[in-house]
């Protein structure tokens, strides 16, 4: 059964350096996520991608949060100074068109700033 | 936009009981509810979704309701075992973009 993979599974970094998470979403899916559950927290909403553009944003993500895809199979979140508080389990999720709304879930990043 | 409410937090139930989880949402023009459940350390998983053209949905002993007029719905486990403990989360799609909106989540054990 096709999957969301999301790498690392785990990082740690210092505060104020740069991280990029990435994830490789279903490979006919069109519709990407991203979002962030500090732990033992709710899921909350950061990003959506459609068409190689953000579609929708939260307020959660802001300038330094952003978003590519790169090369058509990956799809990335890159917070450039990361902050004590983005300590979360971060996951990607994609859709394969608006209809179709089954949102997978990848296994998560474990994100730990020190 | 949406807003997702969750109740309970928390619910424990004896091996074999029903559990219902209940949630509302605010904006009626979302029309897709899914539910997740998420075991520890581990992705959610969709396991029942309904959209809003239908009142009821079931699936073995998993079924989810619809009231669309009040706004809310529920998910109902029968015959709960162990298996079924982790936490359960409802989430609605807001209509005016591709976004889902979690409601909070319900821990849900299962005491044999």
């Known amino acids: 059964e096709p999957e969301v993979t999301q790498t690392p599974s785990h990082q740690v970094t210092q505060m104020g350096q740069e991280v990029i998470l990435r994830c490789v979403p279903i490979s006919n899916h069109l519709y990407f996520y991203w979002y962030r559950q500090i732990l033992g927290q709710k899921v909350e909403f950061l990003v959506s991608f459609y068409n190689n553009e953000i579609s929708e944003k939260s307020e959660i993500f802001d300038d330094q949060f952003s978003v590519e895809r790169p090369d058509g199979s990956n799809f990335t979140l890159k917070i450039r100074s990361t902050k004590l508080e983005d300590s979360a389990m971060y996951f990607c999720?994609?859709?394969?068109?608006?209809?179709?709304?089954?949102?997978?879930f990848g296994q998560g990043t474990r994100l730990t700033v020190v | 936009g949406e807003n997702v409410e969750q109740h309970p937090s928390t619910l424990s139930v004896q091996e074999g009981d029903s559990a219902v989880i209940k949630c509302t949402y605010s904006d009626s023009a979302s029309n897709y509810f899914p539910w997740y459940k998420q075991e520890l350390g581990k992705r959610p998983q969709l396991i029942i979704d309904i959209r809003s053209n239908v009142g009821e949905k079931k699936d073995q002993r998993i079924a989810v309701t619809l009231n669309k007029t009040a706004k809310h719905f529920s998910l109902h486990i029968t015959e709960t075992q162990p298996e079924d403990s982790a936490v359960y989360f409802c989430?609605?799609?807001?209509?005016?973009?591709?976004?889902?909106?979690f409601g909070p989540g319900t821990r849900l054990s299962v005491l044999p």
């Open positions: 989430a609605a799609r807001d209509n005016y973009g591709q976004n889902f909106v």
């Open positions: 999720a994609s859709i394969h068109t608006f209809m179709n709304t089954e949102a997978f």
